[in-house]
């Protein structure tokens, strides 16, 4: 998700859409130690979106 798209969600939704992201994070780290998935690297991708939703949302706190 690129952060020009970040900026247009609405706070909450970014909110709920981190929380998402986060469990599916979880998920995919557990079926990888389970069993190796086809392409590991989506678990580094799906790591920076997370961070980049945390930046934006910390962004919005700090210009209030």
Request: charged content about 35%; glycine content about 2%.
């Given at each position: 998700?690129?952060t020009?798209?970040?900026k247009?969600?609405e706070?909450?939704?970014l909110?709920?859409?981190?929380e998402?992201?986060?469990?599916?994070?979880?998920?995919?780290?557990?079926?990888?130690?389970?069993a190796?998935?086809e392409?590991?690297?989506?678990i580094?991708l799906l790591?920076?979106d997370?961070?980049?939703?945390k930046?934006?949302?910390?962004?919005?706190?700090l210009n209030?």
């Open positions: 998700m690129k020009v798209n970040l247009e969600i706070t909450s939704e909110k709920e859409k981190l998402a992201e986060v469990g599916r994070l979880h998920q995919m780290k557990l079926n990888h130690a389970v190796p998935l392409n590991p690297s989506q580094k790591r920076r997370i961070a980049r939703m930046t934006e949302l910390r962004q919005r706190e209030k």
